[in-house]
């Protein structure tokens, strides 16, 4: 990754001040001529410890190495976790689902 701003999905709190990230990436083969998803998990610093588990976060580029381990920073929280509005319902969304059908389905099997 060459890119000075990423964008990324907040895993998990590795350690304090660092989070787990997954970037996805489009990678094309030549000999198929199409695009796969790829996914890289990274590393990040998070000064102010307000990054959870489902944020979709903005990440800048370090201008010098901050660690072995990590290159980039969080800039900004993009999502929260589950504050993601499909444009074309207007529901929020959790992953690739809606919220209505989650909290449906968790009435009907905790009957």
């Given at each position: 990754m060459s890119s000075s701003l990423i964008i990324g999905k907040c895993i998990s709190t590795a350690k304090k001040n660092t989070i787990r990230l997954l970037i996805p990436q489009l990678?094309?083969?030549?000999f198929l001529n199409k695009h796969f998803r790829e996914n890289e998990?990274?590393?990040?610093?998070?000064?102010d410890n307000v990054c959870n588990p489902g944020?979709?976060?903005?990440?800048?580029?370090?201008d010098e190495r901050f660690r072995l381990d990590i290159d980039y920073r969080v800039e900004k929280i993009v999502y929260e976790s589950g504050n993601i509005i499909d444009p074309l319902t207007g529901k929020?969304?959790?992953?690739?689902?809606?919220v209505d059908d989650y909290q449906r389905l968790s009435?009907?099997?905790?009957?």
């Open positions: 990678k094309f083969d030549s998990t990274i590393l990040a610093h998070d000064q944020d979709w976060v903005l990440l800048r580029k370090f929020k969304t959790l992953d690739y689902e809606n009435k009907m099997f905790n009957k």
